[in-house]
């Protein structure tokens, strides 16, 4: 069959789980992989997009939450709890609810954009606005785990990485072998380690020749791994990576190191300028933090940083309806063009007469 049956069902002699395992889904994964025709001209690299904003709840988060809900459900979890700067809580609550349980999420007062807050609100959370950052989120998170019946989802929980590798085991399939650079944004660092996971196991175990380099880019302010340690105050536009201490830290910094890599700083105006190229030249909206991969590669191209000729692929994390007022407010107010229900005085107008 030709149906996408999700990341554990697709990749299941790779993923921690066995016939005991009950598989909670929705059908996660199978994202396109999208050709970006005006990047690979500006940057005379062969550029693709791993559009991750096509998963269930919209963001990368859904592949790690399949296998983290589905164990916790096999281990008899009646809560689940996570810490978020959004995408993860929308996950989180939407898996928990089809398992029958009780997502808590928990994240930073104020912080979060409103459709990332509606989704964990439809899915059923409970939901604890705390006085703090992400950071402190987490801390509270992994507290609340250890002394309380619940089980922590948040990316410290390996089975959150299993999933999230199984997009590096797509585009492999895809291309036929890894690319020469993986890009993408970097927060709480899950991401980037799983994906070097994924590379790593499939080169290992034949589907794949070589691994790529990997590229991570931070919002400037809020990049410890550029500082070399944590940063207290993390402020950026792009919420979702609004992170001081990442906790995937040693794996993020073995991803960078052991594949030849880099993660560096895109200011907030790269960032959004890279998400309104997206948007206005490949036709692709995603949310700001997805866009920091995509103006990390530009600024390098743009330094002569990026040699050409490479087969580049960037993940783009998750979809721009999560975070629409961010969008909205770089464009200014919107003034549409007020026409009467007549098609020549609306041709006139609109200058296609
Ligand atoms: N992009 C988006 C859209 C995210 O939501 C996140 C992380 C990242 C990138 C960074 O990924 O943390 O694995 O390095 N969001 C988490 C959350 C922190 O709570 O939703 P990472």
Redesign the pocket.
Known sequence: SRLWRGVIEEYRDRLPVTPATPVVTLREGGTPLVPAPWLSELTSCEVWLKVEGVNPTG?F?DRGMTVAISKAAEQGAEAVVCA??????ASAAAYAVRAGMRPVVLIPDGKISGPKLAQAVVHGGVIASVQGN?DDCLRLARELAETYPVALVN?VNPFRLAGQKTAAFEIVDDLGDAPDLHVL????????SAYWLGYTEYQQSGPAKRRPRMWGFQAAGAAPFVHGGPVSAPETVAS??R?GSPASWDLAIAARDDSGGLIDAVTDEQILAAQQELSGREGLFV?P??AAGVAGLLHYSRTGRLDAGQRVVITV??HGLKDVDTASAYYGEIRPYVVPADAAAAASALGLA
């Open positions: 963001s988060k978020s700067t959004g995408n993860t809580s992400f990316s944004p970097v927060g709480n660092a899950g991401n980037i979702a990576i992170i949310e933090a997805s994390t998750g």
